[in-house]
């Protein structure tokens, strides 16, 4: 295996790489392949690491690194063919300035040159005229380097932008850690677990290689794995249980749990009482939840609350392995600490292998990268929720409005709540946006500027991970495509053309992500070893200082607004990462089209037929699926995986255009609660946007 010489110039067509290469691998000759050490980039609790094998100069495979303790030789469904990305003829080469209105995604090419001008032109016209607040940097988790997610915003910083806070991911678990509840440990000692509690989390799906440490507590301990999701999915079919409870129930299921658990005086009170600061308060509120009650709601038998909680006390230890789309409610929080609770209670914590697992994070200081530093002194500026793009772009009252907008590492025409105010901002005349892309995605037919980023197989990056304690390096395998740029590269050049001569501007990729290194370890150790585990103390749960107590009564779910309505779900698909790859025809072809899951009985009553299309539409749009009548999903609820882009239209299952503006306390967008209405295709898109509008109407005040 071949690595980069360390403080080498990262172009691949430098003599001294290709030396190094030469002499370390021992070949030479055209047509041999060397290997290049990677890592995949994508928001995957995973964080894999590859091997990229290059031949005469072109990638021609990524392989999961044999020895990573996580990757193990495999890494997944839609990673496999990561050339095809790299490679694929819709792949954004070339700068780019719109030529058609804003949404048409009409463009012509520009130099890097012109276009770079032309953005520090416009910004800091806009920084003159309405302060640079007016200025916007929107960035998400499209790649998680240091040098692709957060270089970037250095230049935000420095001139005084507004900044972007919050989340669209796990939000209800980062409030719910800024509490003090302790959310992880390290996943590998899951491989110690008795009874493995798979609590909205799809992992066979969304984080396979964690399905290793499950297997390996089966075989080492006999463990149980129970899967509590109102979808029988991929995982749930290979748990030794299901437990197909109604959305948004979570909270109550746990709530009667621990009523059986103190009322059998199988809960750990010694351990709980020290811990927690309210425990009177949580006893209190969890004994009306009686087996009965609990079940009615969950929809699920009074045996099954006993019995799980039973299971549960008696586990010495028990993990409840928490998942992202069970806390993408406005009840999210309300979840993360009744399964927190719940694990205080059984006493967990205090065994290796027990708790609650939802997030785990290297030692990586990945906010650095950033330079937060560099906002000039004395100034504060505004932070916008992240999540409330779409208000944030609209909103009349805003002083000063955003006008300029740099958007990367995320498709918020998709992903964002309430995509269809998303899209108002975005099509405002008065709105000067950049966007950085791989590919022309609904966000980028709204650009003014597209400027193309490279592929992880084209530039250097250090990722850290939140699934588990491995930091990664990755080496770039071959010189970028086309005009594509780093996002390091794109800093450098911005930065002199804004005025902005912070020598911070000036470093390389590799010197922006050294910078987040932990004590004690050197970027050169990491380009050697390809990842290295910082290990982490494990939580440890010192004083009664945990607040576990519901906030106002155990979380109910919320009543459809009208008794035809039905509670949507948008959980992942098995071959996109979120809305990538949705556009690769590999990926999109084994994902078939977007396809809406019912249960029987809710077909019936609404006189629709397996395979059939369907709208699916509620007051704020309306979208195409196909309907897949199948038991595999509650009564009442329905599922429709995947974020979709909006062409081509008769697939155009764009979830957020009927997902609320709609938070948790904490800013968790509802993604997981949306009330809709199905109806069958007959009536025309006219006809549904029509009956839409009136449905917009009737709710309004
Ligand atoms: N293949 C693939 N892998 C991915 C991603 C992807 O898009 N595709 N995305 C990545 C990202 S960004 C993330 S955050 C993770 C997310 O990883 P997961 O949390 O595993 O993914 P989700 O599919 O969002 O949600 C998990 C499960 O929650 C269930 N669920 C929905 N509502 C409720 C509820 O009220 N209660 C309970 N108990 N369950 C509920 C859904 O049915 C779903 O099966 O996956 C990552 N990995
Ligand atoms: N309805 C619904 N909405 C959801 C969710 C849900 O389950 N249901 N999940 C939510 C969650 S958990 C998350 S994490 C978010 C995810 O939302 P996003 O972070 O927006 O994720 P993606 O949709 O994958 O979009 C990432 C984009 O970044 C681009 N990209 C990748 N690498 C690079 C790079 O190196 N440089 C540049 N410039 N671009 C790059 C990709 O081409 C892609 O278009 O969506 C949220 N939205
Ligand atoms: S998406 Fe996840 S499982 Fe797939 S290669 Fe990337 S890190 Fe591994
Ligand atoms: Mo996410």
């Known amino acids: 295996m071949t690595v980069l010489p360390s403080g080498c110039k990262l172009s691949l067509g430098c003599a001294r790489v290709q030396a190094a290469r030469r002499g370390r691998a021992g070949r030479s000759a055209v047509g041999e392949m060397r290997t290049v ?14 091997v990229a094998e290059v031949e005469q100069g072109r990638v021609v495979a990524v392989r999961g690194a044999k020895d990573h303790p996580f990757t193990r030789g495999v890494l997944c469904a839609k990673v496999n063919d990561y050339p095809m990305r790299t490679y694929a003829p819709d792949r954004l080469l070339h700068p780019l300035r719109r030529v058609g209105p804003k949404g048409s995604g009409q463009f012509e090419p520009i130099s890097w040159d012109a276009a770079l001008d032309l953005i520090a032109q416009r910004f800091k016209a806009i920084a003159a005229t309405h302060g640079p607040e007016a200025l916007l940097p929107h960035r998400y988790l499209g790649s998680m380097g240091m040098v692709q997610c957060r270089s970037l915003m250095r230049l935000f910083h420095a001139l005084g932008a507004s900044r972007a806070g919050g ?57 149980r794995v129970i899967c509590l999701d109102p979808v029988r999915t991929r995982t749930a079919r290979q748990c030794d249980e299901h437990v ?22 199988l809960a750990d009170l010694d351990h709980a009482r020290a811990v927690c600061a309210d425990l009177d308060a949580l006893v209190q509120e969890v004994a009306p939840w009686t087996p009965a009650r609990v079940a009615e709601l969950c929809g699920i038998a009074p045996e099954t609350v006993v019995r799980l909680a ?27 600490r009744a399964v927190h609770a719940l694990a205080v209670l059984g006493g967990h914590w205090q065994h290796r292998g027990g708790g609650v697992l939802a997030i785990a994070r290297p030692d990586l200081n990945q906010l650095y990268p950033e330079r937060a530093d560099l906002i000039p002194a004395g100034k504060s500026p505004r932070v916008f929720d992240m999540a409330r793009l779409g208000e944030t772009l609209t909103d009349p009252g805003l002083d000063p409005p955003i006008h300029g907008l740099m958007v990367w590492g995320t498709n918020p025409a998709v992903v964002q709540p309430d995509a269809g105010r998303v899209r108002e901002g975005l099509a405002r005349e008065d709105l000067f946006t950049v966007v950085v892309e791989h590919f022309l995605t609904d966000t980028v037919r709204f650009a003014d500027v597209v400027l193309p980023s490279t592929t992880q197989l084209e530039h250097f990056d250090v990722l850290g991970a939140w699934g588990h304690h491995y930091i990664s390096v990755n080496l770039p395998a071959v010189a970028p495509l086309g005009e594509a740029r780093s996002h390091g590269e794109i800093m450098r050049g911005l930065a002199p053309r804004l005025g902005l001569d912070h020598p911070a501007m000036r470093e390389s990729d590799e010197e922006i992500a050294a910078a987040a290194l932990p004590p004690g370890l050197d970027l050169a150790t990491l380009k050697q070893a390809g990842w290295v585990k910082t290990t982490r103390p494990p939580a440890k749960l010192v004083g009664a200082e945990l607040r576990l107590a519901p906030r106002d009564g ?17 959980p992942k698909a098995h071959f996109f990462l979120n809305s990538s790859f949705a556009n690769q025809p590999r990926q999109r072809r084994a994902e078939g089209r977007p396809t809406l899951d019912m249960t029987p009985a809710d077909a019936a009553a609404r006189g629709l037929r397996d395979s059939e299309a369907v709208w699916v539409r509620n007051a704020r749009g309306v979208i195409p699926a196909t309907l897949r009548i199948t038991d595999a999903v509650v009564a ?15 697939q155009g299952a764009v979830s957020n255009l009927l997902c609320p503006g709609a938070w948790s306390p904490g800013g968790q967008p509802a993604f997981n609660e949306i009330f809709v209405e199905v109806v069958g295709a007959e009536a025309g898109r006219a006809d549904m946007t029509a009956a839409t509008a009136a449905l917009a109407s009737a709710e309004a005040p």
Do not use: Y
């Not at 050490?37 to 590859?50: E, R, V």
């Not at 549960?312 to 806390?327: D, N």
């Open 554 to 570: 155990v979380a109910l779910p919320p009543a459809p607004p009208s008794a035809r309505m039905l509670r949507l779900m948008t």
């Open 636 to 650: 009442g609820a329905v599922s429709l995986p995947g974020k979709w882009w909006s062409l081509p239209e008769d």
């Open 167 to 223: 989340g669209i991911c796990a939000v209800s678990f980062v409030a719910s850690a800024a509490e003090g509840l302790p959310l992880g440990f390290d996943p590998e000692d899951i491989a110690d677990s008795r009874l493995i509690l798979l609590w909205g989390v799809n992992i066979l799906t969304t984080c396979h290689h964690h399905w290793h440490f499950i297997q390996e507590a089966r075989r080492r301990h006999n463990a």
């Open 244 to 265: 197909a409870l109604r959305p948004g129930t979570d909270a109550v299921l746990a709530a009667g749990m621990a009523r059986v658990m103190l009322e059998e005086g």
């Open 37 to 50: 050490k990677g890592c995949c980039p994508l928001d995957c609790q995973d964080t894999c690491s590859w």
């Open 310 to 336: 039973r299971e549960f006390a008696a586990a010495r230890p028990a993990v409840i392995r928490a998942g992202v789309g069970a806390q993408q409610s406005v009840q999210g929080e309300e979840f993360v």
